[in-house]
């Protein structure tokens, strides 16, 4: 039977996050060997996994009424879609990643000036192309197929604009960025029209809002700690928190039970102050998901 909602989910770089991310939304996305029809458990649903590269292209004619895939391909593409939502992760990290110009470290290019009359070698060809064009600077833009950075190194190109997200590969190749043209993450795309039918947009508006919690939780944490009640005003103005922090008394005693919602990043450096100023009984657990 035919589902409600076809929905492309990127095969290559953005797969494993992707469907990670689905996991801790509440779907479980099971890529079958060779198949390219991955089984999910939602009856509404159905996956089909698809080059982050073409995937804004079958969204736009209606192949695919929604899917997951990275704001530089629909920006190479130019593609008519509806964004239904920025969801800031890539292949290893919960961060942006960034399209870069880079040349060899000891080149004497520095600057996009530097590179009229040059051969820069990429696999996002055309957003290259309306990019230097816009600046009037004259380059001759050739496709790559990959591996792009080792161009530099053998000669076959002056520069690369290639796509940079922990920069160890332009370090394995000492290469040096002489600029950024594009910041990039994954978007969920919606087809114009599937997205004005409203069984299949309540659906994407789903998926959007569980994908979103679960990011935003991943990067916080939560914390639960006992405090005596002569130190829980300085406590309490020493927590970071989306709200404040809940308080509830400890049952007969002059005790507090402090919790609050915080960054993760901050859990090693609030710890040892919370413990100094009279806090014991530190938990910290992780969060699925925050609406
Ligand atoms: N670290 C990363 N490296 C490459 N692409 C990334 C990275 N993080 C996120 N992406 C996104 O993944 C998409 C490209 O993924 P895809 O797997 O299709 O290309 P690829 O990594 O070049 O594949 P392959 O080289 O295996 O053919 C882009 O939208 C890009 O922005
Ligand atoms: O900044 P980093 O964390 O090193 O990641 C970026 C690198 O990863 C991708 O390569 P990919 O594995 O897709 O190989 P490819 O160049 O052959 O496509 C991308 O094309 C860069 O080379
Ligand atoms: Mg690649």
Known sequence: MKKLLKLGIPKGSLQDATIALFKRSGWKINVNGRSY????????????????????????????????????????????????????????????????????????MNTLEDLQG???????????????????????????????EAKIVSGLADAIVEITETESTIRAHNLKVIH??????????ANRAAWEIPAKREKIEQIALLLQSALVAGRLVGIK???PETVIEK????????????????????????????????????????????AEGIIEYPLNKVL
């Open 37 to 108: 029809f991955p089984d999910i458990n939602d009856e509404d649903i159905e996956c089909a996994l698809c080059r982050a590269q073409e995937m804004s292209i079958n969204v736009e004619s209606g192949v695919i009424d929604a899917g997951l895939t990275g704001k530089d391909w629909i920006a190479e593409h130019q593609s008519d879609v509806h964004v239904v939502s920025d969801l800031i992760y890539s292949k290893v990290s919960a961060k942006p990643a960034r399209w870069v110009v880079a040349v060899a470290g000891d080149s004497p």
């Open 118 to 148: 040059k051969t820069i070698s990429t696999e996002l060809v055309q957003f290259t192309r309306r990019f230097f064009k816009e600046r009037n600077i004259d380059v001759n833009v050739k496709f790559s197929w990959g591996a792009t």
């Open 180 to 189: 950024e043209i594009m910041q990039t993450n994954t978007q969920l795309i």
């Open 225 to 227: 700690m006992n405090v």
């Open 235 to 278: 406590i309490v103005s020493l927590l970071p928190s989306l709200n404040a922090p809940t308080v509830a008394s400890l049952y007969k005693s002059t005790w507090f039970s402090v919790e609050t919602i915080v960054d993760q990043s901050m859990v090693r450096d609030l710890i040892p102050v919370l413990i100094k100023e009279g």
